[in-house]
């Protein structure tokens, strides 16, 4: 998470106080940061009540020095991070700064980052950061805007390469939105707004993580649960997602229901190719191909494969012995409109073999 909270590599320090129990504990506060973190202002203001703000100096059983802050508000502010809470704890032993928002949240923005929380832990040494009570994290990075919701805690570990895991985790619905920015990408070539819902499913709760380069590129995405993503270009229900951006693959598993312009597909695997567009069904795939006058059926193919951009299902895509029937579309009654289905829904129970 170093890319998140860095270590900023400013030296002056400086501090601003309304009132304080020991008068000496900011500086050596902001001295004990400066080495790691780099903060270039901590400011203590005092509760709406009226009540002190107080900053003071221990020790843990180590020996070592423990800073606690707690009052109306508190500010660590530079160029590269600014943090808000109201209780703030750092012990020079172990790295760890706590902040804690009580009344308020706590509000971080960081190289990029935003978020608000009720408690962050965030070890200096490792980078590595931990957010609970989440309420949303915003992520720039160079090709899009991502921005996660709906978890209770936010963790993100830097791993041996230097690239960041980040695990989020919750009981009901969590939410990311990708948005490409200009010459950007989006995500898996989905179109340049993409939003992946994860629900619990039966009795597991939602499991979504993702992985960023040193660069904040997302690299590797994971989605388990109830999954729904809404694309530009392509929506897609499945109970597992894997993308990974490295070899550009956007892997489905579970009970799959995929809807392209005239397209809606059902199956027990989906792999999808960014660079090729090709995507292949697999695992008792059907297919609807829908045209002004009817619907071609493709089932009990072994696989199916069609060029997303192109559209239709080519003779060559077709692997295995399976069935191919055209259903025309009965004639609207005078009078009377024709319904459309909107939205995902799929039209079978697909069994998924053992």
């Known amino acids: 998470m170093k ?4 270590a900023l590599g400013i030296v002056a320090v400086s501090s601003t106080l309304s009132a304080q129990e020991d008068p000496g504990a900011n500086r050596n506060f902001l001295k004990m940061l400066a080495g790691k973190a780099g903060v270039a202002e901590f400011i203590t203001e005092n509760f709406e009540d009226g009540r002190t703000a107080l900053t003071t100096i221990g020790e843990d059983e180590n020996g070592e020095p423990v800073f ?3 009052g109306g508000k508190l500010l660590v502010d530079s160029e590269k991070l600014y943090l808000r ?5 750092y012990g020079a032993g172990d790295g760890l700064l706590v902040a804690i928002g009580d009344p308020d949240r706590v509000e971080i923005r960081a190289e990029g980052m935003e978020a608000d929380c009720s408690r962050l832990e965030y070890f200096l040494d490792t980078g590595d950061v931990v957010m609970r009570d989440t309420g949303a994290v915003s992520q720039e990075t160079p090709e899009n805007s991502v921005r996660f919701e709906g978890m209770q805690t936010f963790r993100a570990a830097q791993t041996e390469t230097g690239a960041r895991e980040v695990k989020l985790q919750g009981s009901d619905t969590i939410t990311v939105s990708i948005s490409a920015k200009e010459g950007g990408e989006g995500f898996a070539g989905l179109g340049d707004s993409v939003m992946i819902e994860t629900k619990p499913y039966r009795t597991e709760a939602p499991d979504v993580s993702a992985e960023l380069t040193t660069s904040n590129q997302l690299s590797r995405f994971r989605a388990k649960g109830d999954v729904k993503i809404i694309g530009t270009d392509l929506s897609l229900l499945a ?3 894997i993308y990974n951006a490295l070899d550009g693959t956007l892997e489905a598993n579970g009970r799959i229901f995929l809807k392209r312009e005239n397209i809606e597909a059902e199956c027990g695997r989906l792999v999808y190719d960014q660079n090729t567009g090709e995507i292949t069904l697999s695992v ?3 297919v609807r191909d829908r045209d002004p006058e009817g619907i071609t059926i493709y089932s009990d193919f072994d696989t199916i494969r069609f060029v997303m951009e192109e559209g239709g299902i080519p003779d060559t895509g077709l692997e295995g012995r399976g069935s191919i029937r055209y259903e025309k579309l009965p004639e609207p009654k005078q009078n009377e409109g024709q319904s459309e289905t909107n939205g995902l829904q799929p039209e079978r129970e697909i069994v998924i073999p053992e």
């Open 3 to 6: 890319r998140f909270l860095t």
């Open 68 to 70: 606690h802050a707690i």
């Open 85 to 89: 809470c109201n209780d703030l704890t």
């Open 239 to 241: 109970e597992e997602v």
């Open 284 to 286: 008792l795939p059907l």
